[in-house]
């Protein structure tokens, strides 16, 4: 995203609609590499990152209604390109049943410990299906079945609530932010971040397939938290330069 904003920022005078071809064409690097290792779920996420900062540089949107209808007309193609094991957690997420000790495992116990946690949940450290260790990955990927199962519903309403006040901020910061170079990078990240909260509850929740997206300042991992910090760190700064340059 940096490079792409960077990207914008050179080219704002003159912005045309070369420049996304050529931000399209540095972005499908990393996102072929990526994809080839083979780990579609971090490649997609980083393109995913770059649409954004395309986005906001100001992609006209008939341009993004074609891209989506290719995109579209290619999922067959890409069905056929894609390994065994990722056409089967397409095919779990459907009827997660259909492999129940296997690759449909996470999601059924993710599945159960939300619905067993109810309206208000069953209390600090008391959930059955995270302490009998049915839930795997219950400290990373899975935290929010953890937390769903021990605070409920209420719970889960002010977790996303947090979310939304976190994202709309930033999306705030983005929208008042004094250059294009700022105003990009604020919106992406702020997007990035709607995307790991996205993600992480639709694959916990069972809407979404099972990836390894750590739930934002709630998943165990360093470096997903360092990251995370630092990208708070920089709509920060970004909303303390435009301070300075309105005074």
């Keep these: 995203p940096l490079m792409l904003a960077w990207y914008f920022h050179k080219h704002e005078a003159v912005l045309k609609f070369r420049h996304f071809v050529g931000a399209g064409v540095l972005l499908l690097v990393p996102f072929v590499l990526i994809a080839k290792q083979p780990d579609l779920g971090t490649a997609i996420l980083v393109g995913a990152a770059g649409f954004y900062v395309i986005f906001f540089a100001g992609l006209p949107w008939g341009v993004m209604v074609g891209l989506f209808a290719g995109a579209a007309g290619a999922a067959p193609f890409v069905w056929t390109m894609l390994h065994d094991y990722q056409r089967k957690r397409i095919l779990t997420l459907i009827d997660p ?101 996205f993600v992480n509850m639709g694959m916990v929740s069972g809407i979404l397939p099972v990836v390894g997206v750590p739930l934002p300042f709630m998943s165990y991992g360093g470096t997903a938290l360092v990251t995370l910090s630092v990208s708070i760190g920089i709509l920060m700064s970004i909303h303390s330069h435009r301070m300075l340059v309105r005074t």
């Design 97 to 197: 049943t259909t492999d129940p000790l296997g690759s449909g495992y996470h999601i059924i116990q993710s599945t159960i410990a939300i619905g067993s946690g109810g309206s208000f949940g069953k209390g600090w450290l008391a959930g059955t299906q995270t302490h009998l260790e049915f839930i795997p990955e219950r400290h990373t990927d899975f935290i929010l079945a953890v937390f769903s199962e021990e605070r409920g519903l209420l719970g889960n309403c002010i977790l996303l609530l947090l979310y939304l006040l976190l994202i709309g901020r930033g999306l705030m910061i983005a929208a008042k932010a004094s250059t294009l170079f700022a105003r990009v990078v604020a919106g992406s990240v702020t997007l990035s971040l709607f995307t790991y909260v």
